[in-house]
């Protein structure tokens, strides 16, 4: 592998133990995946997570000495300040919140505390290289905008975010990027739900693999329906990169998808039945709900505009609890239009900055939850809440009844 003479002196620690520490990830990596030499990058994001191990690695770079060299944006943890006022937390987990958005101000990160930063905070261009963590951000910057970042750890994308560069491997190479399979797809895809659940099936399907989908009918999906894909797709399976043929910039045709290369066989021929079948495997018996908890992927304004809608004016069941995790500009404009107070008087509750992963929400485990994501579904249950999975309009009416059916 080839470093450069200012690689070398960074590695060797003439900038600081800091930046030594973040190269020496760099270059084992590069290593490992037989890189052979790094590459300038112009941003990352980083999926810091609130967790120890990786504030961690976050305050022994900027405790000796590193910086962020790129802009790098953070996923959120949870809004210590706003949803203290509703749910106990131990002193351990507060702490450790607070260490967290310190650290990552200290070494020069942008908060924006969002698990979508293609859609708005964090926009690369085509072609671009890029280091960017988040299950859920690597397929939609690597498909839908044809930027180029490996499925990073939240510690290699701050790493890249100090040194400026990443290795040259994996989907910054143009081989590495080309279909590896086609799945067929002859369903009605409505709305961003249809999208996600189609992401889980494809997921399960495809593994690492990237897929190639052919659609039937012609298909115009939005960036909330891009993103709920491959969340799910990242969820069930570990899918960085796909292509959607006609839609997607690199698969105009199905020729350029698979790299000019011959076209394989369809592996799978995906019909509504199968989004039915999937969603109820996802889906345990329904019952009596204490949560409804939206926004994972983070909800856009657009989607609360939706569950307004929804509602038409009838108010929240007393004995449930109705969260949405948000972009923080989508609750700041909610807050100027008025439609965030609205929603409170009908028993919704927003929250910016914020993951359904986190310790905030633990006193409604033990009993049944309702979302339209199978992502929240999957971190919450590990916590100890299983979630019935329904799409927005049911998990509204779910809301109001007090229970799923």
């Given at each position: 592998?080839?470093?450069?003479?200012?690689?070398?002196?960074?590695?060797?620690?003439?900038?600081?133990?800091g930046?030594?520490?973040?190269?020496e990830?760099?270059?084992?990596?590069?290593?490992?995946?037989?890189?052979?030499?790094?590459?300038?990058?112009?941003?990352?994001?980083?999926?810091?997570?609130?967790?120890?191990?990786?504030?961690?690695?976050?305050?022994?770079?900027?405790?000796?000495?590193?910086?962020?060299?790129?802009?790098?944006?953070?996923?959120?943890?949870?809004?210590?300040?706003?949803?203290?006022?509703f749910?106990?937390?131990?002193?351990?987990?507060?702490?450790?919140?607070?260490?967290?958005?310190?650290?990552?101000?200290?070494?020069?990160?942008?908060?924006?505390?969002?698990?979508?930063?293609?859609?708005?905070?964090?926009?690369?261009?085509?072609?671009?290289?890029?280091?960017?963590?988040?299950?859920?951000?690597?397929?939609?910057?690597?498909?839908?905008?044809?930027?180029?970042?490996?499925?990073?750890?939240?510690?290699?994308?701050?790493?890249?975010?100090?040194?400026g560069?990443?290795?040259?491997?994996?989907?910054?190479?143009?081989?590495?990027?080309?279909g590896?399979?086609?799945?067929?797809?002859?369903a009605?895809?409505?709305?961003?739900?249809?999208?996600?659940?189609?992401?889980?099936?494809?997921?399960?399907?495809?593994?690492?693999?990237?897929?190639?989908?052919?659609?039937?009918?012609?298909?115009?999906?939005?960036?909330?329906?891009?993103?709920?894909?491959?969340?799910?797709?990242?969820?069930?399976?570990?899918?960085?990169?796909?292509?959607?043929?006609?839609?997607?910039?690199?698969?105009?045709t199905?020729?350029?998808?698979?790299?000019?290369?011959p076209?394989?066989?369809?592996?799978?021929?995906?019909?509504?039945?199968?989004?039915?079948d999937?969603?109820?495997?996802?889906?345990?018996?329904?019952?009596?709900?204490?949560?409804?908890?939206?926004?994972?992927?983070?909800?856009?304004?657009?989607q609360?505009?939706?569950?307004?809608?929804?509602?038409?004016?009838?108010?929240?069941?007393?004995?449930?609890?109705?969260?949405?995790?948000?972009?923080?500009?989508?609750?700041?404009?909610?807050?100027?239009?008025?439609?965030?107070?609205?929603?409170?008087?009908?028993?919704?509750?927003?929250?910016?900055?914020?993951?359904?992963?986190?310790?905030?929400?633990?006193s409604?485990?033990?009993?049944?939850?309702?979302t339209d994501?199978?992502?929240?579904?999957?971190?919450?249950?590990?916590?100890?809440?299983?979630?019935?999975?329904r799409?927005?309009?049911?998990?509204?009416?779910?809301?109001?009844?007090?229970?799923?059916?």
């Amino acid at each position: 592998m080839f470093l450069t003479d200012e690689e070398k002196r960074i590695l060797d620690g003439e900038k600081g133990v800091g930046c030594q520490k973040a190269m020496e990830l760099i270059y084992a990596l590069a290593l490992t995946f037989d890189a052979e030499k790094l590459i300038p990058i112009k941003r990352a994001h980083c999926a810091l997570s609130g967790q120890e191990g990786d504030t961690y690695w976050c305050e022994l770079l900027v405790n000796n000495g590193a910086k962020c060299t790129v802009p790098v944006t953070t996923n959120p943890y949870w809004d210590t300040c706003y949803l203290t006022k509703f749910f106990d937390v131990t002193k351990d987990e507060l702490e450790l919140a607070e260490r967290t958005g310190d650290v990552y101000r200290r070494i020069g990160a942008k908060l924006t505390y969002h698990c979508a930063p293609g859609l708005g905070t964090n926009v690369p261009f085509f072609g671009e290289h890029i280091a960017f963590s988040e299950s859920s951000a690597t397929p939609y910057v690597n498909s839908v905008l044809g930027a180029r970042s490996n499925r990073e750890s939240s510690v290699s994308a701050l790493a890249a975010g100090v040194i400026g560069k990443t290795p040259l491997y994996g989907y910054h190479l143009d081989e590495n990027r080309y279909g590896e399979f086609l799945i067929d797809i002859d369903a009605e895809m409505e709305d961003h739900y249809d999208w996600g659940i189609l992401g889980h099936c494809v997921g399960k399907i495809a593994g690492s693999r990237n897929a190639v989908l052919r659609f039937k009918d012609p298909v115009n999906p939005g960036p909330e329906d891009f993103l709920y894909f491959g969340a799910e797709a990242a969820t069930s399976g570990a899918v960085a990169m796909y292509h959607m043929v006609g839609v997607t910039p690199e698969a105009r045709t199905i020729e350029q998808a698979f790299g000019n290369r011959p076209i394989p066989k369809s592996e799978a021929v995906l019909t509504n039945k199968d989004l039915k079948d999937r969603e109820e495997l996802l889906t345990p018996n329904g019952g009596e709900i204490n949560l409804v908890m939206l926004g994972c992927p983070h909800y856009t304004y657009n989607q609360l505009l939706d569950v307004e809608r929804l509602l038409g004016g009838r108010k929240v069941n007393q004995n449930v609890a109705f969260w949405i995790l948000a972009e923080f500009q989508a609750v700041e404009l909610a807050e100027r239009s008025h439609l965030r107070q609205r929603l409170e008087l009908l028993g919704v509750r927003m929250v910016g900055d914020t993951c359904i992963d986190e310790p905030c929400w633990k006193s409604f485990e033990g009993r049944l939850g309702v979302t339209d994501s199978p992502k929240c579904a999957y971190y919450r249950e590990r916590r100890g809440q299983s979630f019935a999975v329904r799409r927005l309009s049911e998990c509204v009416e779910a809301a109001i009844s007090g229970r799923v059916e």
